[in-house]
C-alpha cells in the first residue's frame, strides 16, 4: 500500500507538472485515481467562490457534461456532511443514510459505498474527493487513510500552483464564451429558424462538412414544399428558361446518341413535345400568379394533377403516361434547382450528395475520398444503404423535408449524423463548435485505440468475441483498424449488385481468396448471396410484389435459382482452402429449406472431391434466425448446422411487424421492446442448452444498452459495422457478468421500452458509456 501511495502521488506531481490546463489537470487526477484503484466514479468537487456551494469539477463516472452543471449546497447530501464535519465520510448502502440525496440523472442509487474525503489546505476548505463503486468490498475503511493522502496530496498542489485561482478564471471565461455562443446561436436560430438548420433522423454517426450536390436522378417532388415568392414574374422567368434548357437537353440527346432504336427516338420526341405543349405551362404559370408559389411548388402541383388524371384511365397506354409526364416534370425541376444532368460522379472538392432517396449500389458508386456525407429524404435507419454507409464512416442523414426549399446547389453544408441536423452556409460560432467536436472525436478514438490488440472481456472474466460486418474488400482495412477478432459477416451481394451479370464461379472464387487472405488468420463468416427486400440485381427479373420484405429474397431465391446458388457453394469451398470460413445461409424459416441446403452442399462437395479441388472439408454452416417463426422450431434446425447468428435488424421488424424503411412507423422499430429482448434471449438460451455456436449481429449490436444485455445473455460473439468494436469492447471491460445478469433479471419485468431505456441509461452512465 505504501509503494501505492508513492507511484501516486509522483503521478499526481507529474500531471500538476505537465499540465497546461487547469481543467485538464483535475481531469487527469480523476482519471489516474480510478484506474488506479478500479472504483467506478472518482469526482471532484470544489467550493464555489461564494463558498457556499460544491461544484463538480472533474469526473470519472459520471457524464462529461455534467462538469460545472452538478452543484449543491455545503449543507446538502453525504458530500456536504464531509465538509460539514471536515473528516472522511465512508458509508455502505448510502441510499439508507440519512443525509443521502439523490441527483436525477446521477445513476447513484446502484452504487453500494461512498467515500467522500476533504480537500483542505492551511485549515481553508477548498472542495471534497469522492469515490464510489458499485460493489461493497470494493472500497473498505482500511482505504480511508489512502485517500486522505491523495486528498492532501491534490490540496497542497491545488493551493500552490494556484490552480483553484485558475479553475475559477477559466470558469468565469468559459461562461463569458458560453454566454457569447449563447447569444451568437439565438441570433443565428433567429434569423435561420426557416433556412439555416434542418433536422432528421440521425443513421449514420460523424461530422462531415463539403458543397452541397444535388443527385438529379433521385430529386422527387416529394421534396418539394410550398414556398411562397414576393417576385411572380421572375419565377415565370425562370419556369420558362427551365422548359428551354429541358428541351435542349433532349434534343442534344437525341443528336449524340447513335445507337439509339425507333422506339427510343418516339420516346424522346414524345418528351419534346410535351415541353413545348403551351396549355402544360400555362397551368403551372397559373398556379404561380394565383397562389404566389415559387415555380417548383407550381410545377409539382400541375405534374401530380396530370399525373393523378392520367392514373384513373381504363387503357394502359393512356394509364402509363402518367409516367412520362412525372418523367418530363423531374427534368425540368432538376433544371429548376440548377442541376444540370451531368454524369461524372467524381466530385472535384469535399461534397455532401443530397437525394430522396439511393440504392446500395449508388452508395458504392459515389464512394470516394471527397465525399464527406449524405442527406436524404426518404430511407430508412436499418436499410442497407445506411448499413453500408456506417461500413463507410460516411454521416447520414435521412428523413430531412425541407431541403430542397433550404439548400442550393454548391451551398456550405455541415451534417450532423449523430444529432440529425444539417447547417445550412452556417456562421462561424458553428463551424468553430463542430471544429472542436471533430478534435474531441480524433481524441476518444485515440483514448479507445489502445484497447485495439485486447480481447472483450468483463471484470469478473466472461469474454465475448467481437467481429466486424463487411461488404467489400476496402473495409478489411477497418477490420484491422478498429481491432475487430473476426469476420462475423461477410455480405456477399455487393459483389453481385456492382455488375451487369452474375458473377463467375472463378469470379466469385478470387474474390472470397483475397478476403480470407486479408483477414490475416482471423474467421470469416461468408453469408450466401440476400437479395431482394432493398437490394435488387438489375439484370434479375423479379415479380412485382406488394411487400418485398415478405417475398422472393434471401435464401428463397438461391433455393429456386439452383445453378446460381450452386456456383456460390463452389467458390466458397474452394476459397477454405486458404482460410478459416464459415458459411451462413439468411432468412430460414423450416427445416426443409435447411435439408435442401446441406443435400445440394454435399453434392458440391462430391463434385469438387471429383475434380481433386482442396477444399475444408469439415467446413462449418450456420443459419440466420431473423424470422420468429424459426424461434419456435430452432431446437429442430439446430439438428444440421453448426451455429447460429441472429439477425437482429429483419428480427425485430418481424417480430414488430415494422417496415424498417418506412419513416411513418419508424418510431416502433425498437430494439428494447421486451419482446425483441426475450425472443433474442430464448433463441440463445436454445442454442447454449445445444452446445451450439450463438453470435448476435446487426445494429442492435453496436448499441450500447443493447450489448449490455447480451453481454448478460452469455452469448459467444457480437459482429457489428467496424467503427462500433472498440465502443462495445470498452463497455465490455467495464462491466462484470454479475451485474449484467441483474441488470437483465429487473429488465425482463419491465413493461416497454421506455422503461428499460431509462433504467439501462443510469447503468451506463455510470460507466462513461
Known amino acids: 500500500m505504501d ?3 508513492i507511484s501516486i502521488l509522483e503521478d499526481i506531481g507529474r500531471i500538476i507538472t505537465e499540465s497546461s490546463r487547469p481543467h485538464r489537470t483535475l481531469e487527469k487526477i480523476v482519471e489516474l485515481v480510478a484506474g488506479k484503484f478500479n472504483t467506478d466514479v472518482c469526482s471532484v468537487y470544489l467550493l464555489d467562490t461564494d463558498k457556499q456551494s460544491l461544484v463538480l469539477q472533474a469526473t470519472v463516472g459520471l457524464r462529461k457534461e455534467s462538469i460545472g452543471r452538478v452543484r449543491m449546497s455545503i449543507h446538502e447530501g453525504l458530500t456536504g456532511l464531509v465538509l460539514e464535519e471536515m473528516q472522511p465520510v465512508f458509508v455502505v448502502n448510502p441510499a439508507t443514510h440519512p443525509r443521502y440525496n439523490f441527483f436525477e440523472k446521477s445513476g447513484e442509487e446502484i452504487y453500494s459505498t461512498y467515500l467522500g474525503v476533504p480537500l483542505v489546505h492551511l485549515q481553508n476548505s477548498l472542495g471534497v474527493l469522492v469515490v464510489q463503486t458499485v460493489h461493497e468490498d470494493a472500497v473498505t475503511e482500511s482505504d480511508i487513510a489512502l485517500f486522505s493522502t491523495i486528498a492532501s496530496q491534490i490540496s497542497a498542489t491545488v493551493a500552490y500552483t494556484g490552480l483553484l485561482d485558475d479553475l475559477k478564471k477559466e470558469r468565469q471565461d468559459r ?94 420526341d414524345a418528351q419534346v413535345m410535351a415541353l413545348q405543349d403551351r ?29 393523378e388524371f392520367f392514373s384513373g384511365m381504363e387503357d394502359p397506354y393512356l394509364r402509363e403516361r402518367s409516367s412520362d409526364i412525372e418523367d418530363i416534370g423531374k427534368r425540368v425541376l432538376r433544371k429548376l434547382l440548377g442541376y444540370e444532368g451531368s454524369k461524372s460522379r467524381q466530385f472535384a472538392s469535399k461534397t455532401v450528395v443530397i437525394a430522396s432517396d439511393i440504392s446500395p449500389i449508388d452508395l458504392i458508386g459515389l464512394r470516394q475520398n471527397n465525399l464527406k456525407g449524405v442527406v436524404l429524404s426518404r430511407g430508412g435507419k436499418t436499410s442497407h444503404t445506411v448499413i453500408l454507409a456506417k461500413s463507410f464512416e460516411i454521416p447520414m442523414v435521412i428523413g430531412v423535408r425541407d431541403m430542397l426549399d433550404t439548400v442550393k446547389e454548391n451551398d456550405f453544408l455541415i451534417v450532423d449524423g449523430t444529432s440529425g441536423l444539417v447547417f445550412s452556409k ?84 478470387l474474390l472470397y481468396k483475397k478476403v480470407v487472405e486479408g483477414a490475416e488468420g482471423r474467421s470469416v463468416t461468408i453469408r450466401t448471396l440476400d437479395v431482394g427486400g432493398d437490394k435488387f440485381l438489375s439484370y434479375l427479373d423479379y415479380p412485382k ?75 462449418n454452416i450456420g443459419i440466420m434466425v431473423e424470422v420468429p417463426g424459426a424461434v419456435k422450431i430452432l431446437d429442430r434446425l439446430l439438428h444440421y448446422v453448426d451455429f447460429v447468428s441472429i439477425g437482429t435488424n429483419d428480427l425485430i421488424q418481424y417480430t414488430l411487424a415494422v417496415d424498417r424503411n418506412n419513416q411513418k412507423v419508424a418510431s416502433l422499430y425498437d430494439p428494447l421492446h421486451p419482446a425483441v429482448i ?48 472498440p465502443v462495445i469492447k470498452d463497455l465490455i471491460r467495464k462491466v462484470r457478468l454479475t451485474d449484467t445478469k441483474k441488470a437483465l433479471n429487473r429488465v425482463l419485468l419491465m413493461e416497454d421500452s421506455r422503461e428499460i431505456t431509462s433504467y439501462l441509461d443510469k447503468i451506463l452512465l455510470c460507466k462513461g458509456s
Open 279 to 307: 396549355s402544360f405551362k400555362k397551368k403551372i404559370i397559373a398556379h404561380i400568379k394565383e397562389e404566389g408559389s415559387c415555380a417548383e411548388y407550381a410545377l409539382k402541383k400541375a405534374v401530380l394533377k396530370y399525373v
Open 426 to 509: 452556417p456562421p462561424q460560432v458553428i463551424i468553430d463548435e463542430y471544429a472542436r467536436l471533430k478534435a474531441e472525436k480524433a481524441n476518444k478514438f485515440q483514448r479507445l485505440d489502445v484497447l485495439r490488440d485486447l480481447v472483450a472481456k468483463t471484470k469478473d472474466g466472461y469474454e465475448i468475441r467481437l467481429g466486424a460486418n463487411i461488404g467489400l474488400l476496402s473495409d478489411l482495412e477497418l477490420v484491422k483498424k478498429y481491432g475487430a477478432e473476426h469476420i462475423g459477416l461477410y455480405r456477399t451481394e455487393f459483389p453481385f449488385l456492382v455488375r451487369k451479370e452474375f458473377p463467375s464461379e472463378n469470379e466469385q472464387f
Open 3 to 5: 509503494r501505492d501511495k
Open 545 to 619: 410484389e406488394q411487400n418485398p420484405y415478405l417475398g422472393w429474397r434471401s435464401i428463397r431465391v438461391s433455393l429456386e435459382l439452383d445453378d446460381i446458388f450452386r456456383t456460390q457453394i463452389r467458390a466458397i469451398l474452394k476459397a477454405s482452402a486458404f482460410g478459416h470460413i464459415k458459411i451462413l445461409f439468411p432468412m430460414i424459416t423450416s427445416v426443409g429449406e435447411v435439408r435442401s441446403i446441406t443435400s445440394l452442399l454435399d453434392e458440391e462437395k462430391n463434385l469438387l472431391e471429383k475434380r481433386g479441388a482442396p477444399f475444408d472439408t469439415t467446413i
Open 678 to 725: 426475450s425472443t433474442i434471449l430464448d433463441v440463445v438460451s436454445i442454442c447454449k442448452k445445444n452446445n451450439k455456436e450463438v453470435s448476435i449481429c446487426g445494429e442492435a449490436a453496436s448499441n450500447p444498452r443493447c450489448a449490455y444485455l447480451f453481454t448478460a445473455f452469455e452469448t459467444d460473439k457480437l459482429s457489428m459495422n467496424p467503427a462500433s468494436v
Open 175 to 268: 461562461r463569458d464564451i458560453e454566454k457569447k455562443l449563447l447569444e451568437e446561436v439565438e441570433i443565428h436560430a433567429e434569423k435561420t429558424a426557416k433556412k439555416g438548420l434542418i433536422r432528421g433522423m440521425p443513421v449514420s454517426p460523424g461530422f462531415a462538412e463539403g458543397q452541397a450536390h444535388y443527385l438529379g436522378e433521385s430529386i422527387g417532388f416529394d421534396q418539394i414544399e410550398y414556398e411562397e415568392t414576393e417576385d411572380v414574374s421572375s419565377e415565370i422567368s425562370r419556369l420558362e428558361a427551365a422548359f428551354r434548357r429541358s428541351q435542349e437537353e433532349i434534343i442534344a440527346l437525341t443528336k449524340h446518341v447513335k445507337d439509339m432504336s425507333g422506339q427510343d427516338e418516339a420516346i424522346l
